[in-house]
Structure formats: structure tokens, C-alpha cells
């Protein structure tokens, strides 16, 4: 699923924005499920499809790799490309843990090579425009957002078990959510210092064992034996920002009726922005002037509609999977050694983003306000 969002994202790339961006070869897709992997190739143009990252690693003829995978796989995964030399765009949560994470760090940091982390939602205009809002200042000092990332992937008990549903508590709707919604939050407002008050709960507590491959979060075949769920299906936080602000962080995976509705509201002294991601070009903005809510649509001014988008016009819309388009490009752009767009989510602010998960889990367990360790 996200897998081939960033190869239709490689292979976009070079289509917006300025000229300039060296000529990109698509060469491997690699999956353990190789009937996958090469469909994948060959739906996105890749010249091949390999059935393991080990032929990854070892291929002369590769220099950038997406690392989208289980979570549990990423540490080991990123080392060995890190040593190979190769550049490297890993999907978040960064690792299971910030341990993980900071071995991650250390690894790239000492191959000097690119290495960023997927945090896409950085890449939505609508969510841009708002963080222009906050951070000029026109709206007087921020106090409070209030956000939800909900979905209902895990609604059904009868959809299979999968490494989604494995983990201990906080690797869940935590993890695979919150750590997009901590991100965009984040991302407004600055580092988050504290997690005030936390709550982790499971619903569904078992699911079916599936007889093969489960891609995305699609369903299979199953049978009858089941598996107990190790992680979360709702995930709430209270939080506090370095800069005095608050916030409250809601995400689901059993959310019925919300596919995929990530929205939030951000007050401030003089005014307050509102975005939902099924408008992801515009926002709606209340100020001391003009009382009440009124839709902004991002406009040309915009660098991901100007230049973004093959008819860069203001209205047309973006989605989603443009974001990972601006995220390959912004990858590649600075390995590259180009600068045209702002650089992706670096590995630090994944361990950050870790930091504050497991601020979250210690919150959840010990019912009191919990610092955010460095």
C-alpha cells in the first residue's frame, strides 16, 4: 500500500516542479512476496522485482532505497544500506523504539549519507498554509490544538492478523497514527516537552490467523486458529508544547464511518485555523477581524500547487499520493545535492517522534504528567 505510493512517487518525481532533477532508473522493487514485488515493478516501471532487501543491499546498480516495512524490520534493514552506502527514505514510526531509532541515527550519521524519515503529511498545502498562519504570528500566540487521526482499517474482527496487531502497548493505532498526528502537531507548534495525561485501549482482542500473504490492509484468507492483539486500537494524549501551547491527540484504527479523516483545530489569541484532509488544498481560518470560520482555498502563491500539480491552478486540488510524489522529489532533489524544496523530516526528528510515543505509553502506565526524555 504505502509501498506503492512511493514508487509511483520515484517515478513522478521528475515530473513537477522546476527541470533539473538528474534522470532517475527504476531498478528493483523487493518483497518477500515476489509475485508482489514484481507485479509492483512492473505496474511502476521498475526493472525488476527482487524477493528480499538483502538484494537490495548488494545491488551495484542501486544508490537510493524507500524502506517500507514492518516497523520491526526497519533498524535492521536501514544498518545494512547504510554500510552498502545507499541513501535512505524510511517510512515512520522510524524503528519500535527510540533505542532502535537512535542506533539508526548513529548508523547513517557515520555513512554519510541521506537519510529521512515519511512523515508525507508535512507535504499537504492545506497543512502548509496553516503553519504559515501560526508561525507569522498574525494570530497571536498558539494555546491549544485539538486533533484526530481516525480510521477504520481494523473495524472488522475477522480481518486477518498482521504485524499491525503485534507489539506491546503503544506500537498500535499509537505508532502507526499518532505518530503522523504528533508529527503535524509538532509540525505547527513546535517540540512537544510533556505528554500531561495519556490512554491506550484494545477492543478487538484476538484476530484470525491468515493462510498467506496479507498486503496492506487488505483482507485474506484465514483460519480458524487465533492470535491474541498485542497493541492499540484507540490512542488518546494530552500534550504540552515547548512554548507554552496545549494540545489533545485522539487516533483509531476502529473509528466506523472515518476511512481515513485526519482534522484538526488550532486556537490562538487572535484567531484559529481548522483543516480536514479530504479538503487537502484548503483550510478554514477565524480571526479577530472577521468572526467565525471562512474556507481559504491555497492558491498559485503555493509551492505544491505552483509547479506541484500537472494543471497548477488554484482549486484543481491535491490529494494524498501527491504528497509522496513532493517527498520523492524533495529526497532526491537533496541527494542530488539540490535544494528546491524543504528537506524531509530528518532521523533525529523520528527519534523525537518515538520520544514522545513512549512518553505517551510511560503517561498511560503511570497516570501522571511524563516528561519527554532526549
Not at 538484494?55 to 534493514?77: C, F, G, P, Q
Not at 552498502?84 to 514510526?93: I, R, S, T
Not at 527519534?351 to 503517561?363: G, I, K, Q, S, W
Request: aromatic share 6%; charged share 20%.
Amino acid at each position: 500500500m504505502a509501498g506503492r505510493a512511493h514508487a509511483h512517487g520515484y517515478r513522478t518525481a521528475g515530473t513537477v516542479f522546476s527541470p533539473g532533477l538528474p534522470p532517475v532508473r527504476l531498478v528493483s522493487v523487493a518483497d518477500i512476496n515476489h509475485d508482489l514485488a514484481r507485479e509492483t515493478a512492473r505496474r511502476y516501471g521498475f526493472e525488476r522485482g527482487d524477493s528480499s532487501w538483502e538484494a537490495v543491499v548488494k545491488a551495484d546498480d542501486i544508490d537510493v532505497v524507500s524502506v517500507v516495512v514492518a516497523n520491526d524490520l526497519h533498524r535492521e534493514i536501514v544498518a545494512a544500506l547504510a554500510t552498502a552506502g545507499k541513501h535512505v527514505l524510511c517510512e515512520k514510526p522510524l524503528a519500535p523504539t527510540s533505542d532502535d531509532a537512535r542506533a539508526m541515527l548513529e548508523a547513517t550519521e557515520a555513512a554519510g549519507i541521506v537519510a529521512r524519515v515519511g512523515f508525507t503529511f508535512r507535504r499537504t498545502p492545506g497543512i502548509g498554509a496553516v503553519r504559515e498562519e501560526v508561525r507569522s504570528g498574525r494570530l497571536g500566540r498558539p494555546l491549544h490544538i485539538g486533533a484526530q487521526y481516525w480510521t477504520d482499517y481494523g473495524c472488522d474482527p475477522r480481518a486477518p492478523m498482521s504485524w499491525r496487531y503485534r507489539g506491546g502497548p503503544g506500537s498500535g493505532a499509537l505508532a502507526d497514527l499518532g505518530s503522523h498526528l504528533t508529527d503535524v502537531a509538532e509540525f505547527l507548534l513546535g517540540p512537544v516537552e510533556a505528554v500531561i495525561g495519556a490512554q491506550l485501549t484494545t477492543v478487538i482482542g484476538e484476530r484470525p490467523k491468515p493462510l498467506g500473504h496479507v498486503v496492506g490492509h487488505g483482507h485474506a484468507e484465514v483460519s480458524d486458529e487465533r492470535e491474541p492483539v498485542g497493541n492499540d486500537d484507540w490512542a488518546s494524549l494530552s500534550v504540552r508544547f515547548t512554548g507554552g501551547a496545549t494540545g489533545d491527540l485522539s487516533v483509531s484504527r476502529i473509528a466506523y464511518g472515518h476511512p481515513n479523516t485526519l482534522r484538526f483545530e488550532v486556537f490562538c489569541e487572535r484567531g484559529a485555523a481548522a483543516f480536514d484532509v479530504s479538503q487537502a488544498g484548503e483550510f478554514h481560518l477565524a480571526t479577530s477581524e472577521a468572526p467565525g470560520f471562512r474556507r481559504v482555498i491555497v492558491g498559485v502563491d503555493h509551492p505544491y500547487v505552483s509547479g506541484g500539480l500537472a494543471m497548477d491552478a488554484t482549486g484543481i486540488g491535491t490529494g494524498h499520493n501527491d504528497s509522496f510524489v513532493y517527498q520523492a522529489r524533495a529526497f532526491l532533489d537533496e541527494v542530488a545535492g539540490r535544494d528546491e524544496l524543504p528537506r524531509n523530516a530528518s532521523f533525529a526528528d523520528g527519534l523525537h517522534n518515538l520520544l514522545v510515543e513512549e512518553a505517551a505509553v510511560r503517561a498511560t502506565e503511570s497516570n501522571t504528567p511524563t516528561p519527554v526524555h532526549s
